[in-house]
């Protein structure tokens, strides 16, 4: 996820299955992805208006350790 940004955060009030954010690479390709999906080392914990939580895990010496990153719209 550190080569990733959100570039857009799509919410839906009526129908919060639709919600979805838009991930794009520094490869230039862009993913959409939902609550609950994963990417990379990541799982989308959270959509909100103007940010997404991210649970990052990570594996260190077989000990695997997760936390949450908060991104907005555009910061890498």
């Excluded at 979805?20 to 208006?49: E, H, M, P, W």
Aim: aromatic residues 4%.
């Amino acid at each position: 996820m550190s080569e990733a940004q959100v570039a857009a955060i799509v919410v839906s009030k009526e129908a919060p299955e639709l919600t979805r954010i838009l991930i794009r690479t520094n490869t230039g390709r862009t993913y959409s992805l939902r609550k609950g999906d994963a990417l990379f080392d990541a799982v989308v914990k959270d959509i909100q208006r103007d940010a997404v939580v991210f649970e990052l895990t990570s594996t260190n010496r077989g000990t695997s350790t997760a936390r949450e990153v908060v991104r907005k719209i555009g910061q890498p």
